[in-house]
């Protein structure tokens, strides 16, 4: 992949993205093309198209258990992906207890992906197991386009009180404003990258000029 601003071990393997936003190429710089890792998805939509975590799983070896209220894209992740995913409600979960059903055992998470509708994406998020687990990068949905401060000024106050920190703010994508924040937790994630990465601001990026020089 030619241009990057966030170079990692084996960006020059890939040929394009998958998700919507350069997710995928957010994390993958954090965490510098770190293989086998493992993630968290709560909202999983299509398996294979404007997907977080595709790349991450086929690419470089990833594995995951993913959340998804869609019967369709249920079924989609079941016949195209390997990771462990359930047809539920991600406001109404214990994501612990999902994690051990889709045998991950580690407490250190390298990924989380929230992306859900309206104030779910937030009630997901306080469901974390923020208490015994840690995430290295989490990418969170606020929809600030829409919705102003009212998911993105808690979402914040939590997450800086449980320790994370901000990144990359008000990404927008083509035909959205500014709709998601994404995160690392500075336990897990060099500091010299975060400080490298970081590009927070009021006005909304878009994520092709974050990710791409």
């Known amino acids: 992949m030619q241009n990057l601003r966030f170079k990692f071990e084996g960006s020059e393997s890939l040929v394009n993205n998958c998700s919507q936003a350069g997710q995928d190429l957010f994390v993958l710089a954090a965490l510098n093309g770190k293989r086998n890792g493992v993630y968290l998805e709560v909202g999983a939509g299509p398996a294979d198209q404007y997907n977080n975590t595709y790349i991450l799983e086929t690419e470089f070896g990833w594995r995951g258990v993913s959340v998804e209220f869609n019967q369709g894209y249920f079924i989609d992740h079941r016949s195209k992906r390997k990771h462990y995913i359930e047809l539920v409600d991600g406001t109404s979960i214990l994501y612990g207890d999902l994690l051990a059903r889709g045998n991950i055992t580690e407490t250190e998470i390298d990924y989380a992906s929230l992306d859900l509708d309206h104030s779910d994406t937030l009630v997901a998020l306080l469901n974390l197991p923020m208490e015994t687990h840690k995430f290295a990068t989490i990418t969170y949905e606020h929809d600030e386009y829409i919705y102003g401060s009212k998911y993105l000024v808690p979402s ?3 997450l800086t009180t449980m320790g ?3 990144v990359a703010s008000n990404i927008m994508a083509t ?4 709709f998601e924040d994404w995160w690392v937790h500075p336990d897990l994630v060099n500091r010299e ?3 490298k990465m970081k590009s927070i601001g009021e006005e909304a990026q878009e994520w092709t000029s974050y990710i791409f020089n």
């Open 156 to 158: 914040r106050r939590y």
């Open 164 to 166: 994370y920190e901000l």
């Open 175 to 178: 035909g959205f404003g500014s």
């Open 193 to 195: 990258t975060i400080d």
